[in-house]
């Protein structure tokens, strides 16, 4: 697998696109952690060359993009083609790695080309995903709600998930934001009836492939033996130097 | 079930699913509210529609199934004013449907339509299943 603690996040935003891409990079800094190096590509930066390179270049064990896509295809700003199913070349960029794809249709084909390519695991949706757009992006928990069932995938492998515990979280997650626009708080809101038959429809072709013990991040277990080694370290050094005087 | 325990279901459901049509008898569609008004008075109607609530069934077959869908998607898309709002992020051309455009979509049975409607088949089970 490429490298752990990494995650290229791709953020487009044009063609109703910024309605996800305000949601992840939410997701993305609530739920970082220190030791992990996030890239997030914004706008312009979304473009397939800039994509490719980081990917090339960072090795990154985790990527995750919103796009618009096709059963074969996935793409990024602007609908410029980043991959498709029928390109060894362009699929072999996933190879090693965790993908999801917030994009309609790829589950179909272009999903699984991925992982028989060598992706490690792969989150999409096998037919349209819906946006409710009656709003600005973000503007409103009812414009948001999708993209935080759908990124619950990411931030729960940001916070040290493996790919299977994050995808029982993000369906998980799922319910809960259906519930809420159902009999929980948002109940009586004026659009809970189209937002969560939204959710329910994005829920319904959500599709996982692949490996569900890949862990994108070091066990934080790790990183907290750091201090205690160091205060080891300092413990016997102390001792050392009592013994010497 | 008692006259209580349909009154909590009532109260759990949000306002515009108490206002849209649930459960068919002799070919008659009613709604939520409907429901509880009889079963408050003790008909022979509500006696059914609450034995349909225990159930879980909305007392159609698959035709009216799909009928009774299209009417509740109908009711509530005909509430919202007619700007884009329902979005795919598919393919090269991103669609945006207005209302009335979803509307046509879900009458015509097309692809789009049909998820709508197959859907709403599914959210129909999850309020009768609200406890």
Partial sequence: MAKPNSFLIIEPLEHYLSYGSCVLHEVVQANRRSGQTIIELVGEEANPENVKNNLQTLDVG???????????????????????????????????????????????????????????????????????????????????????????????????????????????????????????????????????????????????????????????????????????????????????? | MTRELVESWFNKLSIVERDLPLLIVSGIAYTPRTTLNEVKRGTALGKHLQALIEKKSFGTNQIEEQTLAKMRLRDILIREPEKPMFVTIQGVAPRAYTPKQLLTEIDANSKIGRQWTNNEISHMRRVLAVR
Avoid at chain 1, 186 to 215: Q, Y
Wanted: proline share 3%; aromatic share 8%; charged share 20%.
């Fill in chain 1, 62 to 245: 985790t990527v995750v993009g919103v796009g618009h896509g096709n059963v074969n295809v996935y793409t990024v700003e602007c609908t410029e083609e980043l991959v498709r199913s029928e390109n060894a070349e362009q699929l072999s960029l996933f190879k090693g790695r965790i993908v999801q794809l917030n994009s309609c249709l790829t589950a179909q084909v272009l999903g699984p080309a991925l992982i028989a390519a060598g992706a490690v695991a792969y989150v999409g949706s096998r037919e349209p995903f819906w946006l409710y757009a009656a709003e600005e992006a973000c503007a409103s928990r009812a414009v948001r709600s999708g993209f935080l069932a759908e990124y619950e995938f990411t931030a729960s492998l940001l916070r040290g998930a493996t790919a299977g515990q994050a995808r029982a979280d993000q369906l998980k997650r799922y319910e809960q934001e259906i519930n809420y626009w159902l009999t929980g708080e948002g109940k009586n809101h004026p659009n809970a009836a189209e937002v969560m038959r939204i959710l329910e429809m994005n829920l319904d072709v959500s599709t996982f492939l692949g490996d569900e013990t890949a862990t994108p991040t070091t066990p934080a277990r790790k990183i907290m033996a750091i201090p205690i080694l160091l205060v080891g370290f300092v413990f016997v050094g102390a001792v050392l130097y009592k013994g010497m005087r």
